[in-house]
């Protein structure tokens, strides 16, 4: 239901960001999702509890803008080096997530866990006043004034002066609009966008929920549960549960642990790839080796070699989400580069919301069929990448269809 809410609710942050900025969106959106998270804790019934959750993630679809701010903030020689390091507080924070759940979860249980990650969010509110709005937004929507004031504090901290003149540029008024990604000059760019952002997510989300199915079912050598039941601590009575459910043991624990830790594992090769061979190449690459891996895991193997599959697996896809995340806000214009990333985010979580049917349910009934359609999801996704028509390393970015900043 957080996918539900985030597919809901991303297009329409995209197009508020576009039409009144990004600092004010994005600040609404990590107020709406901390409170709902928050009010999450107190659900009543299970209903209330997956209605709070669908409310989250309208809220959590906004937080994107963040990566909107930064890419519009920094040089064009620079972004391909920066925008990529966002992923390290992204694994930080899934690490203390987990962390937290293995401690909350079996001694205060799952309320106060909410509770307790609900308390960056809040305190997050405070430092919205230390972030200035996107020069680039300003200047595009005929705000000079904001824009210069800006751009004269980011000098004033780097003690450096702003070069003389003044800021030139058409005030774009159509800003924010849908049918705008369907303009002749991104419509080939969008498609394929969206087709990338489908697949990505159907991989990623694919990933850890296959985890579980094979760690704890033994699927790949099919010895019926019972040996690496065993190994992780579980007993044949908790698969007994009409919904199949389990307490999470220690080891369950240290193996998200483990398996999350490789999202950062190709980071450094990432920012490589993605400098030097461009974003096309590079997503083409990742996406291809994500593709091989999930054939990779019909091999019967020991347990200490599927988790090394699946760390390798999780590298990729996370590789794949870094690339496209950063080549989506590179190459929309200012004028609809929040909805060009919103409408992106939405597309992404239908296939965040196929991957547990394909993962749980069609990988039970047939494990080589469930995989071979991971891959080639993977190399539709990899075709798709390396025939997008703009390369946008070493791409100013422009502000609207025919203009650059």
């Not at 890419?71 to 620079?78: C, I």
Request: hydrophobic share 50%; aromatic share 12%; charged share 15%.
């Amino acid at each position: 239901m957080v996918f539900f809410g985030y597919m809901m609710a991303s297009v329409t942050f995209g197009m508020l960001a576009d039409k009144f900025g990004r600092c004010k969106v994005l600040c609404i959106s990590f107020a709406w999702g901390a409170y709902f998270s928050l009010l999450t804790s107190f659900a009543p019934s299970y209903i209330w509890f997956v209605f709070l959750r669908a409310l989250v993630g309208c809220g959590v679809a906004g937080h994107s803008q963040g990566l909107i701010i930064k890419t519009e903030f920094l040089p064009t020689k620079y972004r391909g080096y920066i925008l990529p390091l966002s992923q390290v507080f992204w694994l930080s924070g899934s690490l203390l997530i987990i962390g937290l759940a293995s401690v909350v979860n079996s001694t205060l249980g799952w309320r106060w866990l909410i509770r307790i990650a609900s308390i960056p969010g809040i305190l997050l509110l405070l430092v919205f006043k230390f972030i200035p709005e996107s020069a680039r937004y300003n200047v595009s929507s005929g705000n000079d004034k904001a824009a210069l004031a800006t751009l004269k504090w980011i000098a004033k901290m780097n003690h450096s002066v702003i070069p003389e003149g003044k800021l030139v540029e058409t005030v774009e008024e159509k800003r924010g609009r849908f049918k705008d990604l369907f303009d002749p000059k991104y419509l080939r760019t969008s498609l394929q966008i969206w087709i990338i952002w489908l697949g990505i997510s159907f991989a990623y989300y694919g990933v850890i929920l296959a985890s579980a199915e094979l760690l704890e079912k033994d699927l790949v050598c099919s010895r019926g549960g019972s040996a690496v039941e065993a190994e992780l601590g579980h007993t044949q009575e908790e698969f007994q549960s009409p919904c199949l459910c389990h307490t999470f043991a220690p080891s369950d624990y240290q193996i998200m642990f483990i398996s999350t830790v490789g999202e950062i594992a190709l980071n450094p090769l990432n920012i490589l790839g993605i400098n030097f061979l461009g974003r096309r190449v590079s997503l083409t690459i990742t996406m291809g080796c994500t593709a091989v891996f999930f054939l990779l895991l019909n091999i019967c193997t020991t347990i200490t070699g599927l988790i090394g599959f699946l760390f390798m697996l999780r590298a990729f896809v996370a590789a794949n989400f870094n690339t496209i995340y950063i080549y989506t806000a590179e190459v929309y214009p200012t004028t609809m580069r929040a909805m060009g990333l919103g409408t992106s985010g939405s597309l992404c979580r239908i296939g965040a919301m196929v991957a547990p049917f394909i993962a749980q349910v069609l990988m039970n009934a047939s494990f080589m069929g469930a995989l071979c359609l991971f891959a080639l999801v993977c190399l539709v996704c990899a075709i798709s990448a390396f025939t997008l028509p703009i390369e946008t390393k070493g791409r100013s970015l422009q502000v609207g269809n025919s203009s650059c900043f």
